[in-house]
């Protein structure tokens, strides 16, 4: 049985996809999301739209992940995004979620990736090709989360609305 300290998280997984430097700082606990407007904004949409649906979803922690607005009847899992751009990392951690919860023998049908902001819902299923990659993406996680120091700076558009844009990017 693996340790804790060995599960992949969801979080991990949507950074894997966005930057490795910022999954690796991540990682090592230099977190500046939770001083950030934009992070308490998107907690803010957020609760807001569970406190009018807090019938139907529950959270749910299992291996390293813990789903917010997960429907155990229909097997549903709900994800909210504060973001006004679609991003693959979004899919990414739903579809993560999903494969953990099978892998957990958990009856599971569907994601569904939220967006207030653009007042839009994406379905997200599992596929046969996720199941192949989706462990890739566990090692790679694992692999880049141990290294001895920090994946170098690389200058991409989604750094200027970054937590740690003041950290890379200091003189
Ligand atoms: S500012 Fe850019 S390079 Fe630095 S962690 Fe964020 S996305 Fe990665």
Redo the contacts with the bound molecule.
């Keep these: 049985m693996a340790d804790s300290s060995t599960f992949v998280t969801g979080t991990q997984i949507a950074y894997y996809h966005?930057?490795h430097?910022?999954l690796w700082?991540f990682a090592h606990n230099i977190k500046m999301e939770q001083h950030s407007e934009l992070v308490a904004e998107g907690k803010f949409i957020d609760e807001h739209s569970y406190l009018k649906r807090a019938e139907r979803w529950q959270e749910l922690s299992i291996e390293g992940i813990k789903i917010d607005h997960f429907d155990a009847k229909q097997g549903i899992v709900r994800e909210v995004k504060k973001s006004r751009k679609k991003e693959n990392a979004h899919r990414a951690q739903v579809l993560y979620y999903l494969y953990v919860l099978e892998r957990n023998d958990i009856p599971v049908s569907h994601g569904l990736l939220e967006y207030p902001k653009l007042r839009q819902t994406e379905e997200v299923w599992l596929t046969e090709g996720d199941r192949k990659v989706i462990p890739h993406w566990e090692a790679e996680v694992l692999r880049i989360t141990q290294l001895e120091s920090c994946p170098g700076?690389?200058k991409?558009p989604?750094?200027k609305n970054?937590s740690?844009?003041e950290f890379?990017?200091a003189e």
């Design positions: 966005l930057c430097r910022k700082l700076l690389v991409k989604i750094c970054c740690y844009y890379c990017y």
